[in-house]
């Protein structure tokens, strides 16, 4: 693993040290940085139109001049309080114009605040559609969307062929609702764990991420599955994470979003708070699904 | 001769039918209908009535498509809600959820409650605590978040058509048939949870 610093020793050390503090304030990113592995970003329960929405936006959009992500997964809550034109403007278009102008592509989760009719919105790229999956390039990494607002027989059908169907060997599934969290707002969806856990179990699910809970939380290992809690790209509930046996790393003080770099078999991540401070970083091999159920 | 040919038919008959329960059914057991199930026909006549009111006025207005701008997203939803509601003028509640339906459902959704896998389900869905007049033809507002509909519950419930924008959601306690298209509370049954 090399520092994204590596990219810049071409240059006088001055000016170096100078766009390391500007570019990443107090810490630098330690992801490889590679140019064939997959590079995105995740924010969840962005929409508020707020300062702090548009300064986590500013973060991440000084983030990719120096890791260029091609993709920023929305975890959902894209749109609190409204879904007329001038919702869309501040809470999305405006914080994001340097990420869209550069051509990263935004695809959206809906969550509990959002308006059904924003899958028609094509910088969404939903294609209309309340889950749906896509595949970034050419790499083995498949990821699908699903609304976990409402999980109806049809979806679980759709999810659980689509799922099977998949050769990928990263399969990565977001959608608001956290199956763990520690959370005191929201915590653990359980009915809907029980419904969705087995599906990603059986179909070889590999990383699973959420918003909801407005923290930042990495649970361990669940039956082979990495799940992440990335709720605060724009909502923040201060004091609202209590550490339980599933946190391995949980942060509720400032606002936060994820980096992410899948490079074959490992899987790259930082958590990064609005004020460019790392609150968690790591990398994980492609966890082995584990068994549906127990061997003779 | 004719006589006899007419006596052997007769008993033949007899002889097959007394034999045959199945031959000539009692007068009740041939009227007799399974009452749930015309509950659920009902229902679904209702349903599908109200997407055929709604089918009839959406040309009025401009479709709902993919779009990179959202004003548009905006008027064709506005639209169809104006537009429904005008055809709706007389509507109110229980024209869905009928007495029979609303009975039915709180029916279907009791057991859905109870236990721990129905603490779960409950749990989900007061997750969120909205405020939300109950109103036919209402706009569910927008700063209110929706509730989350447990699977298992979905799986409880008659299906809706598929596609066709129609939900069922709740507000605390009490569902609504959310037209998510128009963002338009068809009809509401209060107290559906326990």
């Not at chain 1, 763990?180 to 991420?209: D, M, W």
């Not at chain 1, 649970?219 to 599933?246: C, M, N």
């Amino acid at each position: 693993m090399q520092a994204v610093r590596r990219s810049t020793r071409t240059l006088p050390l001055a000016v170096a040290a100078l766009l390391s503090v500007t570019v990443f304030g107090a810490q630098q990113l330690t992801l490889p940085n590679q140019k064939d592995s997959i590079h995105f970003a995740v924010i969840g329960d962005s929409g508020t139109g707020g300062s702090d929405q548009v300064q986590v936006a500013q973060r991440l959009t000084a983030m990719h001049a120096t890791f260029p992500f091609d993709i920023v997964l929305m975890m959902g809550d894209n749109l609190y309080g409204g879904n007329a034109q001038r919702d869309y403007a501040s809470k999305f278009e405006a914080p994001y114009k340097g990420l869209l102008d550069a051509n990263v592509k935004f695809y959206a989760a809906l969550g509990n605040h959002d308006d059904a009719t924003e899958v028609m919105y094509k910088p969404f790229n939903m294609n209309g559609k309340k889950y749906y999956t896509f595949k970034p390039g050419n790499a083995s990494v498949r990821f699908f969307a699903l609304d976990s607002n409402y999980m109806d027989k049809e979806q679980l059908a759709w999810l659980e062929k689509e799922l099977a169907g998949s050769q990928s060997d990263w399969k990565i599934c977001f959608f608001h609702h956290p199956l763990y969290s520690s959370g005191k707002t929201h915590g653990s969806a359980l009915e809907t764990r029980a419904t969705l856990e087995p599906i990603f179990v059986k179909n070889g699910v590999n990383v699973v991420l959420t918003g909801h809970d407005h923290i930042y939380e990495r649970i361990k290992l669940e039956q082979g599955i990495q799940h992440f809690v990335i709720g605060s790209g724009g909502s923040l509930r201060r004091g609202d994470l209590t550490r339980t046996d599933i946190t391995v790393k949980g942060y509720d003080q400032d606002y936060v979003f994820m980096l992410a770099e899948i490079a074959g078999d490992e899987f790259y991540y930082a958590a990064v708070s609005r004020r460019g401070q790392i609150i968690d970083s790591g990398v994980f091999q492609r966890p082995q699904p584990a068994e549906a159920s127990p061997k003779p | 001769m004719r006589t006899a040919l007419y006596t052997w038919l007769v008993m033949g008959v007899t002889v097959l039918t007394v034999g045959n329960p199945r031959a000539i059914a009692p007068l009740s057991a041939q009227t007799r209908v399974n009452p749930d199930a015309l509950v659920l026909s009902d229902f679904n006549d209702r349903v599908k009535s109200y997407l055929a009111l709604r089918g009839k006025v959406d040309g009025d207005a401009p479709p709902l498509q993919q779009t990179k701008d959202p004003a548009k997203i905006e008027a064709a939803q506005k639209t169809l809600a104006a537009v429904i509601r005008n055809a709706r003028t007389g509507a109110k509640q229980g024209d869905i959820f009928a007495p029979e339906i609303e009975k039915k459902f709180r029916a279907l959704l009791r057991p859905e409650m109870k236990g721990a896998e129905g603490a779960q389900a409950r749990a989900e869905i007061l997750d969120e605590k909205p405020v939300v007049e109950l109103k036919v033809n209402a706009e569910y507002p927008s700063k209110e978040p929706l509730s989350t509909v447990p699977p298992t519950v979905l799986q409880a419930l008659p299906p809706l058509p598929k596609d066709a924008g129609l939900e069922y959601r709740f507000v605390r306690k009490h569902m609504i048939l959310l037209d998510t298209r128009a963002n338009l509370i068809v009809d509401f049954l209060l107290n559906a949870i326990p």
